[in-house]
């Protein structure tokens, strides 16, 4: 059971560039979300997503993208990158976080933007 | 949700208990208490949750005061892949809302 997989693991972008990181898990959970984790910082919420075709802000959304086309799948788009945007990211899935549920996260792709 | 208050660091022996407190004074009714951990960088890692009983898992066990006021997280056997950061989360499960609040956390340092 591979649960959360993230790609890639590692990425350098030049400021302005546009990429897509990959998140894909395999347990059939309606809920995905997307985290940043800055340097001795918490985990900031990103964008989240309760079900194929339904996607919604969280608490840092500007400069990226979501979309939610199958279960599986929420894959994070940076439109513009920027230096700012350097950060380790952490996609997440639960079944329902409804009933306290666990929430379970990938190994996280490590991002910087020169 | 409300605020939870951890120390920023504790040590531990090889195969002692660990024992890390969590303060949430404003808890409410609903609020249930959630630790997760992070060991070096990786992706967070579920421990245990609990409302108001004890709760114990192959993992932890999980001591809420009767008030709810605080909590203990117990490692009952710590082994030095034990080491990481450690947090405790206090939230209303609920359906649209998944948004996990990861304060400072508490790291804990398993010494041989």
């Known amino acids: 059971n591979a649960g959360v997989t993230q790609t890639p693991k590692f990425q350098v972008l030049k400021t302005g560039q546009s990429m897509t990181l990959q998140c894909a898990q395999d347990?059939?959970?309606?809920?995905m979300s997307w985290y940043r984790q800055d340097p001795g910082m918490g985990l900031r919420l990103i964008h989240y997503?309760?079900?194929?075709?339904?996607?919604d802000q969280g608490e840092v959304p500007n400069g990226y993208n979501v979309s939610r086309s199958t279960t599986e799948d929420f894959p994070l788009r940076l439109l513009s990158a920027a230096p700012s945007q350097t950060s380790v990211y952490f996609c997440?899935?639960?079944?329902?976080?409804?009933?306290?549920?666990?929430?379970?996260f990938g190994q996280g792709t490590r991002l910087t933007v020169v | 949700d409300a605020k939870t208050t951890q120390p920023p660091s504790m040590d531990c022996a090889e195969g002692r208990a660990a024992n890390l407190p969590c303060n949430h004074s404003?808890?409410?009714?609903?609020?249930?208490v959630y630790w997760y951990r992070q060991i070096h960088s990786q992706g967070p890692q579920y421990i245990i949750h609990g409302l108001k009983n004890n709760e114990t898992n192959e993992m932890a066990s999980l001591i809420i005061t009767e008030d709810r006021k605080s909590s203990t997280l117990i490692l009952p056997h710590a082994t030095l892949r034990d080491t990481a950061v450690y947090y405790c989360i206090v939230r209303v499960p609920q359906r649209g809302d998944q948004k996990l609040v990861f304060g400072q956390g508490t790291r804990l340092t398993i010494n041989p």
């Open positions: 997440a899935s639960s079944s329902n976080p409804g009933r306290g549920t666990e929430a379970f």
């Open positions: 997503s309760v079900g194929a075709g339904i996607t």
């Open positions: 347990m059939n959970h309606e809920y």
């Open positions: 404003t808890i409410s009714g609903n609020e249930y």
